[in-house]
């Protein structure tokens, strides 16, 4: 694996600093309506290049797929997002979630083309791609039936109370055809952050052990809603963790 170093850029930067001080003194006459603008706006004066972005691994792609099969969330393609690396914010960045991997790839602009890296993952804090917001969750976390929970997790929703969230994974198979190529298939899980502790929630089951005395509210829920549960799981899971957040909020609604 080759690492690029951010040391080298250093005296790249340093060649910006009086740059950045006459343009200071320009810019602090106007301020800044969101903290978007300040880095987006130091990141043109210097190159997003030449930032600690930069810091990552020479990505190549190890497998060949068909048909528009990928292992990436969403597209395949980099789109812009933004990205909180080495507790640093970074905005429109072009990237792509790689589910499969559980790593962050992002283009960043260089002196010819383009350079392709793959993010260091223990440095990456938070990310969101197309309005979702993805957070990094460290293996030392533990949750409900002692399994374990790490990487990248989608915030469905959240609340003071409680908070879903979606573990976004793909299995891989190979199949040979006119050469070898790989199969990638959506496997994704939901887990309830609650009472400062993480559980897997992949059955109606796992959610009546989690909240006894709302059993009856989570029976009548999917009842009422089976059909929402088969065509769009995520938005089923959505409007459960909002109704349970209402009960939650509001013992006295419960019958």
């Given at each position: 694996m080759i690492y690029f170093n951010a040391l080298f850029r250093k005296?790249?930067?340093?060649?910006?600093?009086?740059?950045?001080?006459?343009?200071?003194?320009?810019?602090?006459?106007?301020?800044f309506n969101t903290n978007n603008n300040y880095y987006?706006?130091?990141?043109?004066?210097?190159?997003v290049e030449n930032t600690e972005i930069n810091n990552g691994i020479v990505y190549k792609e190890k497998y060949k797929t068909i048909d528009g099969n990928h292992k990436f969330y969403s597209t395949s393609k980099f789109i812009n997002g933004n990205i909180t690396y080495h507790k640093q914010p970074f905005f429109n960045i072009e990237m792509k979630y790689d589910i499969y991997e559980d790593e962050i790839i992002i283009k960043l602009p260089?002196?010819?083309?383009?350079s392709i890296i793959q993010l260091i993952k223990?440095?990456?804090?938070?990310?969101?791609i197309n309005n979702h917001k993805f957070i990094n969750i460290s293996k030392s976390e533990e949750i409900f039936y002692n399994e374990e929970i790490s990487g990248f997790y989608e915030i469905s929703f959240q609340s003071k109370k409680i908070t879903l969230l979606k573990k976004h994974k793909?299995?891989?198979?190979?199949?040979?055809?006119?050469?070898?190529?790989s199969q990638f298939k959506d496997?994704?899980?939901?887990?309830?952050?609650?009472?400062?502790?993480?559980?897997?929630?992949?059955?109606?089951n796992k959610l009546l052990k989690l909240f006894p005395s709302l059993k009856k509210n989570i029976v009548s829920f999917y009842s009422?809603?089976?059909?929402?549960?088969?065509?769009?799981?995520?938005?089923?899971?959505?409007?459960?963790?909002?109704?349970?957040n209402i009960l939650l909020k509001n013992p006295e609604t419960k019958h």
């Open positions: 005296n790249k930067i340093v060649l910006y600093f009086i740059t950045i001080i006459i343009t200071t003194s320009v810019k602090s006459q106007t301020s987006n706006w130091f990141d043109n004066i210097i190159g260089n002196q010819s083309s383009f223990d440095k990456v804090d938070t990310f969101s793909k299995e891989r198979k190979q199949r040979i055809g006119n050469f070898v190529y496997n994704s899980s939901y887990y309830i952050f609650y009472d400062l502790k993480y559980y897997k929630i992949n059955s109606k009422s809603k089976k059909q929402q549960l088969k065509s769009d799981p995520d938005l089923f899971m959505v409007n459960l963790t909002k109704h349970l």
